[in-house]
């Protein structure tokens, strides 16, 4: 392998290594470094430039998820990147005409009822994302551990949209006792988030 334009292979290395063992300091550089470059490939590769900012955060945030999976004896760091890039794209395209063929009308379910329960930046850098990620995966652990009336109560509340009345004669649940679901439910999930480190006033 040779030196890579913008620096050495072996700061390159030095990088890969800082974030596999969850150097967000590293994954910061490494995305400052290669980000406007491979931003580029993307567009090429998707021909939208919103959907290139989606990808390379993608591609960023598997290389901070799966640290394990690069292997320095077959590709240098950008060489890997440019990889996955082109294999994501690849897969975008495969997954697009799924997508559109999905039904309207989202089906909640615990998991994605606490990624709805949290606020998602538009645009942020991949550790914005890994942050975001943990917090994510600490509520829906926090979800899994509420009753089950009131995890069910709380999801169609926040993530269907539906007014105290409609969950009862959706759930055929007397009204009052919804209201006690909820009101219960969020005491106890709050509760949970504190423990675990979260900010459950902002996040919930």
């Known amino acids: 392998m040779t030196p890579e334009a913008g620096g050495s292979l072996a700061d390159d290395l030095a990088l890969m290594r800082a974030v596999a063992s969850r150097d967000r300091s590293a994954l910061n550089t490494l ?9 580029t490939l993307c567009s090429r590769l998707l021909a939208d430039r919103s959907e290139a900012e989606d990808l390379l955060i993608d591609v960023f945030w598997e290389v901070w998820n799966r640290a394990d999976r690069y292997d320095p004896a077959r590709a240098a760091p950008l060489t890997y990147l440019v990889m996955l890039c082109r294999s994501r794209a690849i897969d975008r395209h495969r997954s697009g005409n799924a997508v559109k063929k999905m039904p309207p009308g989202p089906q909640i379910s615990v998991e994605s009822a606490a990624d709805k329960g949290l606020d998602i930046p538009d645009r942020g850098t991949p550790v914005d994302y890994a942050d975001l990620a943990e917090r994510q995966e600490k509520v829906r652990a926090g979800v899994r551990q509420l ?52 900010d459950a006033e902002s996040t919930l």
């Open 147 to 198: 009753s089950a009336p009131q995890r069910q109560t709380l999801e169609l509340a926040f993530f269907e949209g539906l007014s105290h009345t409609e969950i009862a004669e959706k759930t055929n649940i007397p009204l009052g006792t919804v209201k006690s679901h909820i009101r219960l439910g969020l005491i106890r999930l709050r509760e949970i988030l504190r423990n675990v480190g979260v």
């Open 31 to 39: 995305y400052d470094k290669y980000s406007g470059t491979l931003l």
